[in-house]
Nanobody, 120 residues
Framework: QVQLVESGGGLVQPGGSLSLSCAAS????????MAWYRQAPENTRELVAG???????DYADSVKGRFTISRDNAKNTVYLQMNSLKPEDTAVYYC??????????????WGQGTQVTVSS
């Protein structure tokens, strides 16, 4: 089974920065897509940024120019560097991984979520 462990959340001032990380461990053949989602209270979960195994990225319009997603395939880890944070970035951030199991069947996994709070 695959487990995702997130870290890096916290409380920051508007305009500040945070860096999130998510490490995948367990039994799998290869990780395909990795992404970050977020969900604020009473809102739906939305895609923040995604990255393919080859490094192609996609960002929500609301975070373009401020956030950067990256990955280290050797470490099975995805990162999210968040700069120029705004109060509206406040949410629980979830790591997402689509991976092939050892039998090559695809499976989706979610991290436990980490709280990001931007105060004003």
């Amino acid at each position: 089974q695959v487990q995702l462990v997130e870290s890096g959340g916290g409380l920051v001032q508007p305009g500040g920065s945070l860096s999130l990380s998510c490490a995948a461990s367990g039994s799998f053949f290869r990780i395909d897509t990795m992404a970050w989602y977020r969900q604020a209270p009473e809102n739906t979960r939305e895609l923040v940024a995604g990255i393919t195994r080859g490094g192609s990225t996609d960002y929500a319009d609301s975070v373009k120019g401020r956030f950067t997603i990256s990955r280290d395939n050797a470490k099975n880890t995805v990162y999210l560097q968040m700069n120029s944070l705004k109060p509206e970035d406040t949410a629980v951030y979830y790591c997402y991984v689509k991976a092939q199991r050892m039998n090559l069947l695809y499976q989706e996994y979610w991290g436990q979520g980490t709280q990001v709070t931007v105060s004003s």
